[in-house]
């Protein structure tokens, strides 16, 4: 099982700061087979970046992601309000698929 | 409308079986990858099964041998059959299609207790 640590665990920040998130994997990954997700209280995860990099349909370009073999990061840009939420990175590259555990972006 | 709409949660206590239904609206379940995502209480997502096109399954070991995922063409509806349902496996269960996941249903909860 490829295992997915994602830190930090909890991101306080303020609106139009950046956030830096990190994804490692226990084993190497596929660009093209990692993503990020975005899950606000109560609500279905959304998907935001797939293939590491490319932006899913409607998210804006301040999010961006980047990383190759076992270092994945998502960057937001000047965090608006709607962006404090958990975050969560994923692995669809072997038969067995993992999350990784959530980063939290909260409101310093 | 593209859409997928849970069934079937609900209370069981521990050692049942329960069968949840996810039916797809606005495209074919048989010609995608269609999953089963859960969420305990407060915790974080937790991949439970895949369908392939193809109909091949996958499982993470947490669940193999007590869960099954299939699908029926004609009603274009996912299944997840679990069996020897435990505390542990109390969840908001997803389904969700596509890889990566790019659509999502909203979920349907399953408590097992006493």
């Known amino acids: 099982e490829n295992v997915l640590t994602q830190s930090p665990g909890t991101l306080s920040l303020s609106p139009g700061e950046s956030a830096t998130l990190s994804c490692r994997a226990s084993?190497?990954?596929?660009?093209?087979?990692l993503a990020w997700y975005q899950q606000k209280p109560g609500q279905a995860p959304r998907l935001l970046i797939y293939?590491?990099?490319s932006r899913a349909t409607g998210i804006p370009d301040r999010f961006s992601g980047s990383g190759s073999g076992t270092h994945f990061t998502l960057t937001v840009s000047r965090l608006e309000p709607e962006d404090f939420a958990v975050y969560y990175c994923?692995?669809?590259?072997?038969?067995?698929?993992?999350f990784g555990q959530g980063t939290k972006v909260e409101i310093k | 409308e593209v859409q997928l709409v849970e069934s079937g949660g609900g209370l069981i206590q521990p050692g049942g079986s329960l069968r949840l239904s996810c039916a797809a609206s606005g495209f074919t379940v048989s010609s995608n990858y269609m999953s089963w995502v859960r969420q305990a209480p407060g915790k974080g997502l937790e991949w439970v099964s895949v369908i392939y096109s193809g109909g091949s399954t996958y499982y993470p070991d947490s669940v193999k041998g007590r869960f099954t995922i299939s699908r029926d063409i004609s009603k274009n509806t996912l299944y997840l059959q679990m069996n020897s349902l435990r505390a542990e496996d109390t969840a908001v269960y997803y389904c969700a299609s596509g890889r990566p996941f790019d659509l999502w249903g909203r979920g349907t909860l399953v408590t097992v207790s006493s």
């Open positions: 994923q692995q669809f590259g072997s038969s067995l698929w993992t």
């Open positions: 293939g590491a990099s």
């Open positions: 084993q190497s990954v596929s660009s093209s087979y």
